[in-house]
Every structure is written in C-alpha cells, then in structure tokens.
C-alpha cells in the first residue's frame, strides 16, 4: 500500500477518495452516558464517516497538584486546574463498550485518543480500528510506539510541533507500526482564529512525510475545514455537539448536527470539485456548444459577391465556422447565392 493512503475499518483514505470526515464528540457528553449515547447517534446522521472519543481519566493524563503550573490561565478554561478540567471533560471507561456498540448499530466507525498505555490496551481490547494521538501528546515518543506497535493506523495531530518534533514522531511510528500514519494539520488554540489556519501546511504534511494528512479544525464555520480539502487534505476533524446553548468543555467551537451535516457535503462536494486537470470538451457541455458563437450570414449575398463586415458576422449560435475563420473569409467570393440567416461553410465560400 502507498504510504500517501491508508485504510481504517475498511475504508480506504487518501487523495484519490473522498475526504474522511471525523465527528469529534470530546468532553461534550457533560458527564452524561445517555447524552454521550445521542451524540452518537446525532453524528451518525450527519454523514461523518467516523466518530472519535477520548480515553482517559484526570489521574491517566495530569495529577492532583496545587502548584501554578497546574491552573489554566486564560481562553475557554480560565482558572481550571487540569485536574478539575479533565476530571470534567473525561469519558468514563466503563461506557467505552456501550459507546462502541451503539456506533456499530448505528453503522459508523468508531476509535478514540489514547493518553497512555492502559487506554491504548482498553481501545485495542475493543477493536478499535484505529487510534488517534492528540497534539499534546506528539512529543510523548514511548505513547506513540506502544500505539503503533498494536498494528494499527495512528491519526497525529501536530499543533504546537516544529518540524523535528513531527519527523521523531513519524519515525517512531513507522520504526514500531505498519506504517500507516495521518498527519493532521493543527492549531492548538481553542477556538483558534480563521487567520492562523495556515491550511497551505496541509498538503506540505503530506509532500514532507511521505504520508496521508489532513485538518484538525478548531476554527468557527467549515471554511477551513472546506479550503483544506480542495488544497488535497484527505481528513477533516472537527469537534460535534447537540447545542453550543448545553454547554461543554469544547461546546464554544463544536459544530450542532445541522452544521456538521454541512461540513460534511461542503468538504465531499470540494473534493469532487477539484477532480482533475483537463482540457477537453465535457459529455455535459456538449449541448452548450451549439450555442457557442460561429460565422453566418447576415444579409442575403449573390453569387460571386465578396463577404464583408456586413454580411457575414460572429454571432450565436454555434453551427457555423469558427469565429477565428472570420479573417479567412473577408473579401472572398460567395460560392453561390446565400440567404440571411444561413451557416456559414467552406463550401459556401469561393
């Protein structure tokens, strides 16, 4: 297989197919099963071709700490510690197999974002197809060998990273896995702004490192999300939930179902939009072209008498002479007596 394609669940990614959307549920359950359980099924709906958890406790990912370093300061989550915050935001392991069920009845696939070892061996348990290491998390080289040693495809996001942190990352995912890597295009502000997307990045990813890439979106709208794709990006991940108005950790830049919907046909009708380089007629333009301008005669002429600006015109519609014969024809003699309205043909033409 080409390192610029992969293949999760079954469903080959790469430039060649539509963009692989994923619905990214986060901590936007708010601490409700049930919530957690309609968000899937609310995705589902939305045409994404994925949905993506995140498999971790307050304890797996940071620990109970009163020192500065510990409080956030500043955007959507001032004055949290990263206990509190994660403790909140967190997906419950004992509801990872009733999550999975539920996106198997409901026909979509399902993986997650590891944070440590006993996640990555609860999500192989589960037969999750894939996982998916968090920006925070791509410099944590021992998280992402484990991971790929499980042999299966590792979705990256890499905000913050500079471009050696991303090559040891790569490297250490090939040196441990089958090789089957996405790279995600990432800004690591929540919400980031539309003018630091950088989406030209996207497509260099994939030139770079030899491999699939796409967009981890945190910006408002699709429009991003929309640019990446016609740019060559093969996955978009966006954050999802049922109302920004319920609240959640990642509410404020979540798209609700009708917006995601939106995504989704926006991002699959750019990738068929962009198509491919050509320069011939369309089957679907073949009727227009009768309408294209071509020569004809536009004042009765004898036989003999020589075509002028006044007899002979550009004009639609298209069953004439090309327009470009028009200095071919000028001052040449009428091949017999043509009537207005005629198209005009080299045989008309002395």
Not at 17 to 38: F, K, M
Not at 229 to 243: C, R
Not at 255 to 278: I, M, N, Q
């Amino acid at each position: 297989m080409s390192a610029h394609e992969v293949t999760i669940a079954g469903r080959k990614i790469g430039r060649e197919h539509e963009p692989y959307i994923i619905c990214e549920l986060s901590g936007n359950h708010n601490g409700s099963l049930d919530r957690a359980l309609l968000l899937i099924d609310a995705a589902a709906e939305t045409g994404c071709d994925a949905i993506k958890i995140q498999t971790y406790t307050a304890d797996t990912i940071t620990m109970k700490c009163d020192r500065p370093e510990f409080f956030l300061h500043g955007g959507l989550w001032d004055g949290y510690s990263l206990y509190d915050l994660y403790q909140e935001a967190h997906t419950p392991w004992d509801w990872h197999p009733a999550l999975f069920e539920r996106a198997a009845k409901r026909g979509v696939t399902l993986f997650s974002s590891p944070f440590d070892d006993t996640a990555v061996d609860l999500l192989d348990d589960l037969k999750a197809p894939a996982f998916k290491i968090a920006s925070f998390e791509l410099v944590d080289l021992p998280l992402i060998a484990y991971a790929a040693a499980k042999g299966k495809p590792l979705i990256m996001s890499t905000g913050m990273a500079n471009h050696a942190e991303i090559e040891a990352a790569v490297k250490t995912a090939r040196e441990h896995g089958t090789g089957e890597i996405v790279l995600l295009h990432c800004v690591s502000e929540y919400p980031s702004r539309i003018e630091d997307a950088n989406v030209r990045t996207v497509p260099d990813l994939a030139d770079k490192f030899g491999c699939v890439s796409g967009l981890s979106d945190h910006t408002f709208g699709t429009a991003a999300s929309v640019a990446s794709v016609a740019l060559g990006g093969s996955v978009i991940e966006k954050h999802f939930t049922l109302a920004r108005a319920d609240g959640g950790p990642d509410s404020g830049f979540s798209l609700e179902p009708s917006e995601f919907t939106a995504l989704v046909k926006d991002c699959k009708d750019a990738w068929r939009a962009v198509g491919r380089v050509h320069y011939d007629t369309l089957g679907s333009e073949r009727a227009s072209k009768s309408v294209r301008r071509s020569l004809y005669v536009t004042a009765d002429v004898r036989k003999g008498e020589a075509f002028t600006k006044d007899n002979v015109r550009s004009i639609r519609p298209g069953l004439g002479l090309p327009p470009g014969r028009l200095w071919d024809v000028l001052g040449k003699p009428a091949a017999r007596d043509l009537e207005r309205g005629e198209p005009l043909s080299d045989d008309m033409v002395g």
